[in-house]
């Protein structure tokens, strides 16, 4: 019986309880990927801890624009990673 090296790893970091850890390492490229090029470049992740997502954005005008948007943006970023662990996410 042969078992593929990924279904391995998964199992291993399902055992070991390090898929918030995997998480919160990908988040930023997770926020690159849901919300495009542009804002990316003038946006970053501070933090991501207990579903709470911390993002800075620099420019006044995005910063708007990512607050009308968190909802969505949520939504997306909870179907990229496929739970539901981003609960809020707060702009500064």
Known sequence: MSTAIGEILRSIVRKYGLEPAIHRERMPKYWAEVVGA??????????????????????????????????????????????????EIIVR
């Open 38 to 87: 542009r804002i990316a470049c003038i946006s970053n992740v501070r933090s991501f801890e207990s579903g709470v997502l911390t993002i800075h954005v620099t420019e006044a005008p995005w910063r708007s624009e990512v607050m009308l948007r968190r909802e969505e943006l949520r939504t997306q970023l909870n179907a990229r990673i496929g739970e539901d662990l981003v609960k």
